[in-house]
């Protein structure tokens, strides 16, 4: 919240340097949804779908807010705050608390070919978007839950060698961290194509390398310097006429001490590798069909222990001390969904239904075994 009152206080003051007042341009966007699942847990979260507010619940999922103001010399600021059963999630990553997320405060240089941006902003990676309003999907996928980060507070650089070919280049304090935890940075490289300069249709490739820490504040660990996170993903669009494809490859990796692993003789690599496809195809009178089917392999299942039941399952909470993941875990979890989308105006409503599956037994609220669940979802949004 600091970040954004500072960029809003800088816009005020290079406005009352002008005679004339910034012009504001404002967004938004608001979407809900309930979701079914034929797996009940102990503590109320649905398997496989940890971000969403829980069984058969119709809840805000998000309301975001924005606004963008013209400054001189080619500078803007943009600020976007995002509430809502979302924006509470987006709040836990950091450390912080309360539902109300400020998920983009920065200022922004908009040159020829150029655009520098400084501040807190949404990751460029993964194929759905933290704006639920904008994907195409009802549901969070796996690898959006599990494997991409939200945001990053930093700088970014990009560069357009013409209409196809763009670059980026990122530091920053680290995924999902509002102030360093540590005394490193992340740094990141990133190649964008889009072909006959289409805004459509692209592909892009994206890479990041940088220390992490798996805590906050005074429970940081100083040494983590020495742990960094390595990540690699390609993504990309493509759209025809009534049709659209959307894919990710997400590969990354990170080192753990022995201590942080349950059963572990020695450190360890937790590696993880997702890939996503989604289709979307318009049928007339406002209908579109979807579908998506992903796949996600963890090593030591660090990434998919976010979800109550699997981290259960790992035994990870045993006795009383919290490991981040389990050696030798070899976790493998698959997502398959069907969906229709019909919109009214700027409104549309969507239903969705999913199944998930991994390659490990896990146990309901009754203590029954499982290894799969069935889900329905339905939103709204505009």
């Known amino acids: 919240m600091r970040i954004l009152m500072a960029i809003l206080l ?31 847990t102990a503590d109320g979260s649905l398997v496989f779908q940890p971000l969403e507010a829980g069984q058969s619940q119709f809840a805000l999922d998000g309301l975001m807010l924005g606004v963008d103001a013209a400054l001189p010399q080619g500078w803007s600021a943009r600020a976007t705050l995002l ?29 020829t070919r150029d655009t520098l941006r400084l501040g807190r902003m949404i990751t460029f990676i993964g194929m759905e978007f933290l704006d639920g309003a904008a994907d195409v999907t ?33 530091v920053f304090n680290g995924e999902d961290r509002v102030k360093d935890n540590n005394q490193g ?17 692209y592909l892009s490739v994206h890479g990041y390398r940088g220390p992490e820490q ?18 690699l993903c390609l993504m990309g669009q493509w759209r025809r006429g009534q049709t659209l494809l959307q894919g990710e490859a997400s590969l990354g990796r990170e ?19 997702g890939y996503g496809l989604i289709l979307a195809r318009g049928l007339g009178h406002g209908v579109s069909a979807m579908a998506r089917v992903e796949r996600l392999d963890d090593t030591l299942g660090v990434r998919l222990a976010a979800d109550a039941a699997i981290r259960a399952s790992l035994g990870l909470d045993a006795g009383g001390t919290a490991f981040s993941g389990l050696a030798g875990a070899g ?6 969904s069907l969906g229709l989308e019909k919109k009214v105006g700027l409104a549309f409503a969507r239903v969705e239904v999913r199944q998930d599956r991994l390659n490990r037994d896990l146990r309901d609220a009754q203590d029954a075994r499982f290894h799969q669940g069935r889900s329905a979802t339905v939103s709204a949004a505009f």
């Open 138 to 170: 009802a549901s969070r996928g796996l690898l959006f839950t599990f494997a991409d980060p939200f945001g990053q507070v930093g700088v970014n650089w990009h560069h357009a060698f013409g209409p196809a070919w763009s670059s980026d280049v990122w």
């Open 255 to 273: 080192p753990f001490l022995a201590t942080a692993i349950l059963g572990a003789p020695g450190p360890q690599i937790e590696t993880w590798r």
């Open 83 to 111: 509430a809502g059963h979302t924006g509470e999630v987006v709040q836990a990553t950091t450390g912080d608390t309360g539902s109300i997320a400020p998920v983009e405060a920065m200022l922004v240089w908009t040159g």
């Open 10 to 40: 800088g816009g005020t003051l290079a406005a009352s340097a002008q005679t004339a007042a910034p012009v504001l341009a404002w967004r938004g966007s608001l979407w809900a949804s309930a979701v079914a699942q034929d797996r009940t």
């Open 185 to 201: 940075k992340t740094v990141g490289l990133g190649l964008t194509w889009n072909p006959g300069g289409s805004a459509d249709s």
């Open 214 to 231: 798996d805590d906050l504040g005074a429970a940081a660990n100083t040494g983590a310097e020495g742990r960094p996170r390595e990540r």
């Open 331 to 336: 976790l493998i979890a698959r997502s398959f």
